[in-house]
């Protein structure tokens, strides 16, 4: 059973940088297509960026510019630099995996979900 692990998030200040890390289990190597996900207060989980085993990321709209997804394939951990943060990207991340980008963008991703990583930006 694949189990996501999230850490590195934290309350900041307009403007400031955080980089999120995800440590998945052995199994999650299976898993070609990896994404963050974010939850804002009151709204539906959305799709933030992915990447896979090549390194060919996507990004919403909302983040392109600003974050960069990257992976080690050794360490089966996958980051998200945030850079220039900005109050509506407070919510908790999450990261996840799929078998293609095809599956990932249908929401065909592993079944279960991580507890996530709280990043709060405010002034």
């Known amino acids: 059973q694949v189990q996501f692990e999230e850490s590195g998030g934290s309350s900041v200040q307009p403007g400031e940088t955080l980089k999120l890390s995800c440590l998945t289990s052995?199994?999650?190597?299976?898993?070609?297509?990896r994404a963050w996900y974010r939850q804002a207060p009151g709204k539906q989980r959305e799709l933030v960026a992915s990447?896979?085993?090549?390194?060919?990321?996507n990004y919403a709209e909302s983040v392109a510019g600003r974050f960069t997804i990257s992976r080690d394939n050794d360490k089966d951990t996958i980051y998200l630099q945030m850079n220039a943060l900005k109050p509506e990207d407070t919510g908790i991340y999450f990261c996840?995996?799929?078998?293609?980008?095809?599956?990932?963008?249908?929401?065909?991703?592993?079944?279960?979900w991580g507890q996530g990583t709280q990043v709060t930006v405010s002034s």
């Open positions: 052995s199994n999650g190597f299976r898993l070609l297509v």
């Open positions: 996840q995996g799929a078998m293609s980008l095809n599956e990932l963008h249908l929401g065909k991703v592993y079944p279960t």
């Open positions: 990447i896979d085993r090549h390194g060919n990321t």
